[in-house]
């Protein structure tokens, strides 16, 4: 069930730490995205049928009409916010395989103004299942998720310095990445210094809150072959929801191999069973970085450790540029911004393309993952190679 | 001597209830605490909610869950009542129970100091007055069980 679709086109905006994108409007953003990734790929505007999304998803009439987007046969929309990410490019190459449109850009976006997403539980408290977070004083995901990761560090005896590690990888790679929001590298020491915001998350744990927006176009291989930058193949993206993840951080009542785990695994095993790729296979990969501990989480979820095995695994130096599973070579949302994991795409994409700012060499295949949270969860796999 | 956990002022915190809720605020009005159990395959779930997901009863129990311990908590800084106030800490703690396999409760650990809170410890109910119903929080059980 491999697809035979491919990225052909890449468009971003600026980052824009968290309210600086005003007076733009989020559909202003959006535009940019989309126009940029249609020149990318070569296309016209014309030659755009269809529009993919996650979270919801922004109304296509309004991108329609505000650039000049004459027809669409194909605009869906998948399941899941950051977490259902990646799923968006499984929609996307399901829509170009069925030939219910030509060529679909995915589309995400965010923008904090008058709100931000680090508050996303405030209205929970509204409602009767969520009201004892709000008694607990449970405001954002990373207060919910540190109580998974103190869990985690009680089961396996995992340190705050693997933590901190996975921040500084990060810093050292947005160090040289222009356009990214936190490019000064930090010591462990600058870590542990770092004031608590949520014991045993500290600060630095916590991602950027970004405005910007990115697109992407996906086109059938066939296609893609006579474009001007080299297909980026969406080799598979998997989709899945499990019940024992769930609601994730709104529930806490995950059995306990579940509760310290980033609810990953599931989707890790569809992922590699449609694609036939395993995680040895893997040359870099783009790790949701909201909260620095899901990163941990995650690698274990997807079998580059064993369970319990992230802290030492980080700790060794492997996630490193030079390391022999490099993360994030772009920052990831600990450093460069966060944009619901869509900047994750575009490294993926650039690391395929060999274009990328801290490239790894030879890479061949790119893991990008959604975000640990509520189902449905994602991840795909991207390659140069068929 | 350290800063003990806030407790949280609720008195104009208004709780959202639901027909497969009521039960449960009904009974903390009186000091008690009660977690939905199946009344078909006797499976606790929470929250509380129209079917048992086990086995798609519509028949639930309300029964006291026994002792409570600490599966998790996280402590957070919260501002002072003014500028100069020392800063204060609120330790949201995630709550198994003895008698309530599968199910955790989450809420505020009340005049805990921080570095007492581990998992594991044993904690007891305490009630607080909001709005419109009662609320319930955990303090660590005190003094220890010997
Ligand atoms: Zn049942």
Redesign the pocket.
């Known amino acids: 069930m491999k697809n035979q679709a491919s990225i052909v086109g890449v468009g971003a905006t600026p980052y824009y730490f968290r309210g600086t994108s005003a007076p733009q409007t989020v559909f202003e953003l959006i535009d940019h995205a989309v126009l940029a990734a249609v020149a990318d790929a070569g296309l016209k505007l014309s030659d755009i049928d269809g529009l993919a999304f996650f979270a919801g998803g922004f109304d296509p009439s309004m991108i329609m009409q505000q650039i000049g987007l004459d027809n669409l046969t194909f605009s869906h929309c998948v399941s899941g916010y950051g977490s259902g990410m990646a799923g968006m490019l499984d929609l996307a190459a399901m829509g170009v395989d069925s030939g219910r449109a030509k060529n679909i850009v995915c589309i995400g976006a965010s923008q904090n103004v008058g709100k931000r997403y680090g508050q996303a539980l405030g209205m929970l408290g509204l409602t009767p299942d969520g009201v004892f977070h709000a008694i607990a004083g449970l405001g954002g995901p990373g207060q919910a998720m540190a109580l998974m990761v103190r869990r985690h560090m009680h089961r396996y005896g995992t340190r705050r310095e693997a933590f901190g590690e996975i921040v500084m990888a990060s810093r050292i790679a947005a160090s040289t990445r222009e356009g990214a929001i936190r490019r000064k590298p930090i010591t462990l020491d600058d870590y542990m210094a770092s004031p608590m915001l949520a014991d045993p998350l500290c600060r630095l744990d916590f991602c950027l809150e970004t405005d910007g927006a990115l697109a992407f176009v996906v086109s059938s291989d066939e296609r893609a072959a006579d474009m001007p930058h080299p297909p980026v193949h969406i080799t598979g993206a998997a989709h899945v929801g499990v019940r024992d993840w769930g609601r994730a951080f709104f529930w806490l009542n995950q059995s306990e191999d579940t509760f310290t785990t980033a609810g990953a695994g599931a989707v890790a095993k569809r992922l590699y069973e449609l694609t036939g790729v395993g995680p040895q296979d893997i040359d870099v990969a783009m790790i949701y970085d909201h909260f620095s501990p899901m990163v941990l989480m995650q690698l274990e979820d997807y079998g580059f450790c064993g369970a319990g095995e992230g802290g030492p695994f980080v700790e060794s130096g492997a996630i490193r540029l030079d390391g022999s599973l490099p993360i994030n070579p772009h920052g990831g949302h600990l450093s460069e911004g966060y944009i619901v994991g869509m900047t994750h795409v575009r490294e993926a994409v650039e690391q395929m393309r060999g274009t990328a700012t801290n490239q790894i060499k030879g890479a061949k295949r790119a893991l990008v993952t959604g975000g640990p949270a509520p189902v449905l969860m994602s991840g795909a796999i991207l390659s140069n190679e068929r | 001597m350290s800063t003990r956990s806030i407790t949280p002022d609720l008195s104009a915190f208004e709780v959202p209830m639901d027909v497969w809720s009521e039960p449960y605020w009904h009974t903390a009005a009186e000091h008690r605490l009660v977690l939905p159990r ?1 009344g ?2 006797n ?1 606790f779930r929470w929250p509380a909610g129209p079917f ?1 997901p ?2 798609r ?1 519509q028949e639930v129990e309300w029964v006291a869950p026994g002792q409570g311990r600490i599966y998790s908590f996280t402590i957070l800084p919260v501002a002072g009542p003014d500028k100069d106030a020392p800063p204060q800490v609120r330790i949201p703690a995630l709550v198994t129970f003895e008698g309530a396999p599968g199910v955790r409760l989450v809420s505020a650990l009340i005049d805990a100091a921080p570095e007492e809170v581990k998992i594991d410890a044993l904690v007891e109910m305490d009630w607080l007055p909001a709005a419109n119903a009662t609320v319930p929080v955990f303090r660590l059980q005190n003094p220890p069980p010997v």
Do not use: M, N, R
Request: charged residues 10%.
């Open positions: 199946c078909a395959c499976t048992c086990e086995c009863s």
